[in-house]
């Protein structure tokens, strides 16, 4: 029953991920840098301390007493997989929801479970593998199948994006994703996959914040409430300077008080997808509570995520008009993405 809840909450979660985009749709008028960094406010640095005042007994006191290291490397931990979240929008605005997801989730998901016994590999401590480990054990080397067989889903998925490509004309293909750019999505989305895994490495280097929440008193299932606030924390400091740095050089400062525009409903929907970016780790901290391993969570949160943006991405027709033999391309890269998580899953359990 533990687990069923644990899938249910990262189902709602990864629900939450695959949709988030969705609201910046709604947003007239102002440059990606401008509504991405709104959302951002909420997502970052309003929800999280949000979250954890409504489920964890005197949080502050948590953080405060905590040692430099633990805080330390979960900020940078949030640095780090802040690039990956900000190259993650790049990659769904330059390759739609359906490829831009699809490829970064993938690179998202194999990396997610490698990072951390990369670093137990120069840092070892007691009870976590290392990728040496890794290498010598069955359920290791199944982790490293998947992630074999991640990288042939996306490039797969690549090659559906490039048959879409030469199928469709600048006018179609854009009808449906209005920046698409191949080649610079798929770089990016590779980048934003990297990085964006290091947030999974962020919550168990946070996992002393979540351990002594339970010690006061909190929720088990809110433990890692308190964790987000700092990892978060880096990955708002990434993308406030990179988004301020874009208003800058492209002069859209003027956006966030532009009476042409209609802010109030710009700073709603933002704020809306702010907030539902976040709700995905409110439920992912539940459910990791449930399933009771941070790995295993990790690739099932990935797999709701993928699946949601797909449907989304069919909603949106971003498929609409390429050839029989190119959606089945397509379908073929998502299956395979999806097994190689389930791999990494079975090789994590083990």
Known sequence: MQALLGIIYHTIGGGFSGSFYMPFNKVKGWSWESFWIIGGLFSWLIMPPLAAYLTIPD????????SFKVKSITFFMGLLWGIGGLTYGLGVRYLG?????????????????????IYYDFNPERGKASFTE???????????????????????????GMMKEQELSDEAK?????????????VIAIFSGILSAFFNFGIE??????DQAVVQGGNPLFQNNVTYVVLLWGGLT?????????????KTFGDYTNRNTPIASNVLF?????????????????GESKLGNGASSWITHMATIILTANFWGLYLKEWAGVSTRTFKTFVAGIVVILLSIVLVGIGNSL
């Open 238 to 250: 990434t993308n406030f300077v990179w988004c301020m740095y874009l208003n800058a050089r492209n």
């Open 270 to 286: 933002a704020g809306i997808a702010g907030s539902m970016w976040f709700l995905q780790f409110f439920f992912y901290g539940m």
């Open 59 to 66: 949080f502050t006191s948590i953080i405060d007493s905590a």
């Open 174 to 186: 854009k009808a449906s994703v209005k920046e698409f750019s191949l080649t610079k999505g798929l």
């Open 205 to 210: 280097a946070g996992k002393p914040l979540a």
């Open 134 to 160: 890794m290498l010598r054990s069955g359920g290791g080397q199944l982790v490293l199948l998947g992630v074999l067989v991640c990288i042939l889903g996306i490039a797969i998925s690549g090659k559906a």
């Open 97 to 117: 929801m359906s490829l831009g997801n699809s490829v970064v989730l993938g690179f998202c998901s194999a990396f997610g479970a490698l990072v951390p016994s």
